[in-house]
């Protein structure tokens, strides 16, 4: 079991940013891959980053050059830093875990970018 926490959401202005968190109730040296995914309302989930134990990451080409995802194993933390924040980046942020074949997702953090 892995369980995940998300914070730092809220309301922002187009063009600012936010960092996301993401605490895991397991080390993140045994979590090979940590994502961010989001949820807009009336739409499907979809995958936004993920980062990999290797150090390498991948994002959704929307927020390629805007986003980064990163880790901290002093902290045990996993955030997504976004900067440049359009309205259409406007969703619930969810943290997922795959650990041992299994998927595991925090209850996610609501970001409303809006003028």
């Known amino acids: 079991q892995v369980q995940l926490v998300e914070s730092g959401g809220g309301l922002v202005q187009p063009g600012g940013s936010l960092r996301l968190s993401c605490a895991p109730s397991r080390s993140i040296f045994d979590i090979g891959i940590i994502a961010w995914y989001r949820q807009a309302p009336g739409k499907e989930r979809e995958f936004v980053a993920r980062?990999?134990?290797?150090?390498?990451?991948d994002y959704q080409d929307s927020v390629k050059g805007r986003f980064a995802i990163s880790r901290d194993h002093g902290k045990n933390m996993v955030y997504l830093q976004m900067n440049s924040l359009k309205p259409e980046d406007t969703a619930v942020y969810l943290c997922?875990?795959?650990?041992?074949?299994?998927?595991?997702w925090g209850k996610g953090t609501l970001v409303t970018v809006s003028s």
């Open positions: 980062s990999f134990t290797a150090g390498n990451a």
């Open positions: 997922n875990a795959f650990v041992d074949g299994l998927d595991y």
